[in-house]
DNA sequence: GAGGAAAGTGCCACTGAGGGGCATTCGCTG
DNA sequence: CAGCGAATGCCCCTCAGTGGCACTTTCCTC
């Protein structure tokens, strides 16, 4: 994310894309996200509605760009990183490393988007489809990886269990109101992921 | 699902809203989900656009109400079945159980609204989001059938790993053609669930 | 450093999803 | 069959999202 080497036309992009990432999800908390029209927006940030669709391919898009950060740090350190003993462990490594490189503020902006993930229907279903197309990539880049079958059963389910751990570590740890911050998460995280065997056997 | 039984006007409401979702996955099919509008689909059904928006709340719902069918039946299964054993377990015996009393056609529907699934993103979407409410209502029924806390990790996750199970045979499933019809798609679970063991220790 | 290609932006008009309000019709009940 | 409440149709509105075209800016090349 280092702005200074790019040129200046990508610069340029980029500060608008961070403008209207940051003011949308102003917005959107302080007034709600159906009630903030896409006009609002763009008035704010100075910018026509055009360049905005130019931008992100949708309202909700805007909102979940934070995610979306997270995300494609992941995916890339998937790609690279050294994958060795259960792909649970490995998941739960990918995410705490992508994590370690979000910036100052990324925790805050997060918060606050899930937040309104859970007030905005429509915020929450787009924010799911993110999630899925990230087990996908992800479940491609592995099997590539570990010379297993892109349909494998087992690894596709390894990693739909180590998402559900996460998102149930981000889901608490919004519920408490990002108790703990970054650390806090983490934390959670962790927890959940601890959790995996026991939830195959609980029972009745 | 007996009609005769009803009051007229309610028998008249139903009878809307299933021509309404027939032609509805017809058109999708047929044409496309962003090619059809709703003018041309309230027009084929002889309803108002109004009467629509009073019976489906959105054009993605209605292309889901398959879907809804099964989930329906399944959260009302949770509420009412016997519990032993494992949840994952008690989880693959709910979803035997209300696919076995979806009506006949049910399969050739659903089959239609996965593959508008994988095509249209709103729809998949929108799909997700009915996935994860299900969820958590399972997860507050079975807590409170239970005695466990709404917020227990091994229960949620336990829950969530029985989704995506469910999710990775119909995907598979819808893939293949919907090879078997329903018959097939019930192999395909219990293939499913039987490899989630595997899954929390599948290694590099 | 001039000039042209290429990429990005603004403006305008348009479609389609979705909702509010109100009059009308329809089914139920006494 | 009269009257009540529910469901419907119709009209009008807002707003998300797109296509087209003219204009500006950045970049590249000579």
New interface residues.
């Given amino acids: 994310m280092d702005l200074r080497e790019l040129p200046l036309r990508e610069r340029k992009k980029a500060r608008t894309r961070q403008a209207l990432a940051e003011t949308a999800l102003r917005l959107f908390t302080e007034k709600g996200f159906e009630a903030t029209t896409l006009d609002e927006l763009v008035d704010a940030v100075e910018v026509s509605k055009r360049t905005f669709f130019r931008t992100f391919p949708s309202k909700e898009d805007v909102a979940l760009a934070t995610d979306n950060e997270l995300w494609s740090v992941f995916l890339a350190e998937v790609a690279v990183m050294e994958?060795?003993?259960?792909?649970?462990a490995?998941f739960l490594t990918a995410v705490r490393t992508a994590l370690g490189r979000m910036d100052d503020g990324w925790a805050e902006r997060f918060l606050a988007t899930r937040a309104l993930c859970a007030r905005v229907?429509a915020v929450?279903?787009?924010s799911?489809?993110y999630?899925?197309d990230t087990t996908r990539a992800a479940v491609e880049r592995l099997a590539a990886r570990?010379g297993r079958d892109r349909?494998d059963?087992?690894?596709?389910?390894?990693v739909?269990?180590s998402i559900?751990?996460w998102?149930?570590a981000a889901l608490?740890w919004t519920?408490d109101g990002g108790e703990g911050g970054l650390p806090g998460l983490l934390d959670r995280l962790d927890?959940?992921f601890a959790?995996?065997?026991?939830?195959?056997?609980?029972?009745?």
């Avoid at 994958?83 to 649970?88: C, L």
């Fill in positions: 994958i060795r003993g259960p792909v649970t490995a229907p929450e279903a787009h799911l489809r999630c899925n570990l349909g059963v087992s690894l596709s389910l390894a739909e269990i559900a751990a998102r149930h608490t519920d927890h959940a959790a995996i065997p026991s939830a195959v056997t609980v029972s009745a």
